[in-house]
């Protein structure tokens, strides 16, 4: 599977972004899927993941609250929608895909992730 991540931009504080991961292939339901961003200098952070279903989703902590991930498997995409956007999530966004047999299946592991696509930049102004 090849993933491409788009929508990323310049935006004010307390701005939102909606970022599209778009992926090519028939069996994208089998893959779940992952949002990652890195900070410059900085290890690569699981944001949110969702199952190759969407009926399961993971949440790092301190996005709970804001970040909102979701799919549509006939349109082969994944979004983030990015509310109340602060200057400390200023990153490069990028999806990554893991295959399971098991369509419910959410991985909140780097390790689970084997398809990485390019990232996109997301720039937030205080």
Known sequence: VQLQASGGGLVQAGGSL????????????????????????????????ISGSGVS????????????????????????????LKPEDTAVYCCAAGWSPRSSAVFSTTSRYHYWGQGTQVTVSS
């Not at 991961?21 to 690569?44: D, L, M, V």
């Not at 902590?61 to 929608?81: C, E, G, H, M, P």
Request: aromatic share 14%; charged share 20%; proline share 2%.
């Open 18 to 49: 909606r970022l599209s991961c778009a992926a090519s292939g028939r069996t994208f339901s089998s893959y779940a899927i992952g949002w990652f961003r890195q900070h410059p200098g900085k290890e690569r952070e699981l944001v949110a993941a």
């Open 57 to 84: 989703t993971y949440y790092a902590d301190s996005q709970k609250a804001r970040f909102t991930i979701s799919r549509d498997n006939a349109k082969n995409t994944v979004y983030l929608q990015m509310n109340n």
